[in-house]
């Protein structure tokens, strides 16, 4: 459940703007999310989503401010983005996410933290095969178990559930939820193409087109009229296909 709105925000960002040369990225962004916050961030492909996410993880430079108190990050990227010849194992890729760097495991702790972490999203049982022939949904779990090994207080997601079955999709919203439910006050914020996702799974949503076309309440902002404003035309979220935002 949501954090009551008098709850100071775990991060806030006013009048954010990021150009690259004569490209406006993102104009003049001001949203915030609050402990407990499920966060829905929706917009076309190329309408900034993924330059907020590095924004918030420090990955690039922009304008105005970010108030960010969250002490631990925990960040899944878009797993299309990932090089399937790197020669690792899942194991490796999660203890990695406990000491930054590769490879990852240094100690027996390490080793079984990153197992724990890979049994808690039901991936113990390819924990040692090579990454390669690891299907998406698998990957996905892999790169889930590597952000929540550390247990963070905010949960970053780059379309999860691209190249992810129905099954693997289903099973993604459970964890997540879980994790919520046994961490109170954890903020998850989740880059999406898929409203229905959106109205159903999260609290508070963000559309964007290079500047804020709704943000509040899913119920309130996840509508006919703003999707619209944002993509230009309806249908069905999953025909829209997934890119870098």
Request: net charge neutral; glycine share 10%; with cysteine.
């Amino acid at each position: 459940m949501p954090t009551p709105p008098e709850t100071p925000p775990m991060v806030s960002a006013r009048g954010l703007t990021v150009r690259f040369g004569d490209v406006s990225a993102l104009e003049d962004v001001s949203f915030h999310i609050r402990p407990g916050d499920f966060l829905a961030v929706l917009g076309p492909n190329g309408s900034g989503k993924t330059t907020l996410f590095h924004c918030l993880l420090g990955l690039l430079g922009y304008r105005g401010t970010i108030d960010n108190r969250a002490r631990r990050i925990g960040f899944v990227p878009q797993i299309k983005t990932f090089d399937r010849s790197f020669p690792g194992r899942p194991v490796e890729v999660v203890t990695s996410g406990i000491t930054g760097r590769w490879p990852g495991w240094r100690d027996r702790r390490h080793f079984d933290r990153a197992r724990a972490a890979l049994e808690r999203v039901g991936a113990a049982e390819y924990a040692d095969r090579p990454l390669a022939a690891l299907s998406g949904g698998q990957l996905q779990r892999v790169y889930l178990a590597r952000a929540l090994v550390h247990e963070p207080e905010l949960l970053l997601l780059d379309e999860p559930a691209t190249g992810v079955d129905r099954v693997g999709e289903h099973d993604l919203y459970e964890y997540l939820e879980a994790y919520q439910a046994e961490h109170p006050g954890v903020a998850i914020a989740m880059i999406t193409h898929d409203w229905e996702v959106a109205r159903h799974h999260a609290s508070r949503s963000l559309i964007l087109n290079h500047r804020v076309i709704g943000f509040g309440p899913s119920a309130e902002v996840v509508t006919d009229e703003c999707l619209r404003r944002a993509f230009g035309h309806m249908g069905h979220a999953h025909e829209l296909g997934a890119a870098r935002g």
